[in-house]
T-cell receptor
Framework: AQSVTQLGSHVSVSEGALVLLRCNYSSSVPPYLFWYVQYPNQGLQLLLKYTSAATLVKGINGFEAEFKKSETSFHLTKPSAHMSDAAEYFCAVSFETGANNLFFGTGTRLTVIP | KAGVTQTPRYLIKTRGQQVTLSCSPISGHRSVSWYQQTPGQGLQFLFEYFSETQRNKGNFPGRFSGRQFSNSRSEMNVSTLELGDSALYLC?????????????FGPGTRLTVL
């Protein structure tokens, strides 16, 4: 069965420190992977996506993620955290080219400490 | 381009009632997906419509239904509301409805069932 696992429901980092949010997937077919961010009382905004092109994907706001097939991972990183990065982050996967339903992880709430 | 809009933003209903939520996709987008977000279950896929046809359906009871109009606007209906239906309902649109497409999310409708 296909699934997405986000390790760590809460992550705290100091302002200026590295941000690392973990995502692992389980799939028998090549996945398409996404990272979304959600600010309070808002919908989801796409940060970046992997669709079988370059394995290192750069997104908005300085975030990037690397697809590692051998580790079935798609971890999200940002070299230096900013206060405005405090939000909830969701890893999501879709598995079918002809379908448009996303399977989401449980989310990671990022807190940035000044 | 205007983003995805959802109306109403907030709803309060009582058990047993029914409710209809509306979603207007980004102009030109033909695929509309609906998701339910709750603290306990996270983000779960409800269904997807493409060119007025339901193409995919998640694991929700038949009380949850939807439709899509010729202008791609979509409605979601929940009948015989239960307390557990209290959630944020998110609508997302994408251009062609492929698994690689970016889904653009609306701000959501927050439904409270008393």
């Amino acid at each position: 069965a296909q699934s997405v696992t986000q390790l760590g429901s809460h992550v705290s980092v100091s302002e200026g420190a590295l941000v690392l949010l973990r995502c692992n997937y389980s799939s028998s077919v090549p996945p398409y992977l996404f990272w979304y961010v959600q600010y309070p009382n808002q919908g989801l905004q796409l940060l970046l996506k992997y669709t079988s092109a370059a394995t290192l994907v750069k997104g908005i706001n300085g975030f990037e993620a690397e697809f590692k097939k051998s580790e079935t991972s798609f971890h999200l990183t940002k070299p230096s955290a900013h206060m405005s990065d405090a939000a909830e982050y969701f890893c999501a996967v879709s598995f079918e080219t002809g379908a448009n339903n996303l399977f989401f992880g449980t989310g990671t709430r990022l807190t940035v400490i000044p | 381009k205007a983003g995805v809009t959802q109306t109403p933003r907030y709803l309060i209903k009582t058990r047993g009632q029914q409710v209809t939520l509306s979603c207007s996709p980004i102009s030109g987008h033909r695929s509309v997906s609906w998701y339910q977000q709750t603290p306990g279950q996270g983000l779960q896929f409800l269904f997807e419509y493409f060119s007025e046809t339901q193409r995919n359906k998640g694991n929700f009871p038949g009380r949850f239904s939807g439709r899509q109009f010729s202008n791609s606007r979509s409605e979601m209906n929940v009948s015989t509301l239960e307390l557990g239906d209290s959630a944020l309902y998110l609508c997302a649109s994408s251009s062609a409805g492929h698994g690689t497409d970016t889904q653009y999310f609306g701000p959501g409708t927050r439904l409270t069932v008393l």
